[in-house]
């Protein structure tokens, strides 16, 4: 049994469903594997069952069959623990930067980073390449490689986008803090990491004001042991002299010098599994966990999920509203992969007004756009129209991920946004808190049609008691718990 079509909120014409990646990747099954899918749900069902087919599918479809081999797709499934492509080889910078369609004579930009009150600066593919290539080549002559650590003090802004690429490169493991965390609060995350190197930026802007962290970043420094050298960032005062570290055995290099002078860009070549950055949990209960995440799992698993998930494609400008904290940030990042124009943001979404987010997408452009589902419900309340105060034309799809939305909200992002002045076509929804969710992916035709949101779950897991929380719940026999909201 089905829910209802009542709150259905948009479906895609043929001509759009089409067009899709996921559809593009259903046709590609079949003409390469002899695969068929009727419908969304069937080539779900496939992917979870049939693990190292699907895999080695995404391996094929987005070409790393031609950056390397491996032996086995998954040589061991025993959780924690488990070895997937084992013998591939895979750097994560390399891939960012080698899209086909990043490669000269690019047009497009590969960055486009706003602050606060600024206006867009855009980073093209060349330049990328060769502050990428500078900055590993700096890291290098300070002795840092596989085993080490770089970590970050940074805003949302392209400075922090090349020293993850740089690190990558080199391949040392990668962290960061957002600047608005507090000295307590880095310390307990970045001791654990014990990185050789810390870039940080003197600050950031946010809520129509300027704050300087020089002074933390003295604190932070103080704090760990095994810091070699700091490279200082100047954002908020740039052509400043003023030494930031109390510690004599501390060298410090400013960014200027450490990302601009001719290199040969250059890869490290490492495993599958080789670490590429860590992550960090909340900290609400206990002391920050470290999450780290390998070369080749983050390259196949967001080639999937922005690919066939979000959709993301070469010509998409993608922002997304985040701190270099939150996860998101990667997740942005990571549309590098794609070939796609990266736009960063520093600074507040509700600044000067709740429409602030919806400002950054107007003038950079931005045609897929992801915010937190606080933001939305905000601008629920605060009773704001972007799409009728503002030239949204350009934006075709919205990420909303962080927690669930209420439906009052998936209604009011429907049409407030998407006005008659908007190209809005899609309104998903990625992440549902820690629920262990699939969704009906928007763009795959059915014989039982398309819905704007389907969640589904399988029978008498925690999944299916969330999704019951949710409204408009059925329980079919054989398919489990789904909502459409």
């Known amino acids: 049994m089905k829910t209802p079509d009542t709150d259905l909120l948009w479906s895609p014409d043929p001509a ?8 593009g990747f259903i046709r590609w099954l079949g003409d390469t594997r002899g695969l068929s899918f009727p419908d969304y749900a069937a080539l779900w069902r496939w992917s979870t069952t049939d693990l190292p087919a699907f895999w080695s599918a995404v391996w094929q479809y987005y070409g790393l069959d031609e950056v390397s081999t ?3 797709v998954l040589a061991d499934p025993a959780m924690p623990g488990a070895r997937w492509f084992t013998g591939a080889r895979v750097n994560f910078a390399e891939r960012c930067l080698a899209h086909p369609s990043a490669q000269p004579p690019a047009t497009r930009p590969a960055l486009v980073s706003v602050s606060e009150g600024g206006a867009p600066v855009e980073t ?4 990328l390449r060769c502050q990428a290539a500078a900055f590993s080549a700096t890291l290098r002559d300070l002795g840092v490689g596989p085993g080490d ?4 003090y940074l805003p949302n802004i392209s400075e922090t986008v090349v020293a993850l690429l740089a690190t990558a490169a080199v391949g040392a493991v990668w962290t960061v803090c957002s600047p608005d965390f507090g000295t307590p609060s ?3 995350r970045l001791r654990q990491a014990r990185p050789a190197v810390l870039v940080a930026a003197d600050g950031y802007r946010h809520g ?14 103080d704090g760990l042991p095994t810091l070699r050298h700091l490279v200082t960032v100047s954002r908020l005062r740039p052509g400043g002299s003023v030494t930031w570290s109390r510690r004599e055995d501390v060298t410090e290099h400013e960014w200027a010098a450490s990302a601009t002078a001719d290199a040969r860009l250059e890869f490290a070549d490492v495993p599958f599994d080789h670490p590429l950055w860590i992550l960090w949990s909340s900290g609400t209960t206990g002391v920050p966990k470290g999450i780290v995440h390998s070369h080749g799992g983050i390259v196949v698993e967001l080639l999937k999920a922005l690919g066939l998930g979000a959709d993301l494609r070469p010509d998409d400008r993608y922002l997304f509203i985040t701190s270099t904290s939150w996860m998101v940030w990667n997740f942005l990042v990571a549309g590098l992969l794609h070939g796609s124009t990266v736009v960063l943001y520093d600074g507040s979404p509700a600044f000067p007004d709740a429409n602030g987010a919806w400002r950054v997408a107007q003038r950079t452009g931005a045609t897929m756009v992801g915010v937190g589902a606080g933001y939305l419900v ?3 309340k605060a009773g704001a129209r972007p799409g009728a105060d503002l030239g949204l034309g350009a934006i075709r799809s919205v990420l909303q991920t962080g927690s ?6 998936w209604r009011w992002a429907r049409h407030p946004v998407r006005t008659c002045r908007t190209g809005v076509k899609q309104l998903r929804h990625l992440l549902v808190g820690a629920m262990d969710l699939s969704f009906e992916n928007l763009l795959i035709p059915s014989s039982s049609g398309q819905r704007l949101i389907a969640y589904t779950a399988e029978p008498g897991s925690p999944s299916e008691a969330a999704l019951r929380l949710l409204g408009s719940v059925t329980a079919p026999e054989a398919e489990g718990t789904s909502a459409t909201v």
Do not use: K, M
């Open 186 to 188: 880095v310390l307990a």
């Open 16 to 23: 759009t469903a089409a067009r899709s990646n996921i559809s």
């Open 70 to 72: 491996y032996d086995q």
């Open 149 to 152: 650590c770089v970590a970050g």
């Open 208 to 221: 129509g004001r300027q704050h300087d962290r020089r002074e933390e970043i003295a604190d932070i420094v």
């Open 404 to 409: 669930s939305l209420p439906p009052s909200t």
């Open 124 to 127: 093209s593919w060349s330049e």
């Open 378 to 380: 905000a601008d629920e």
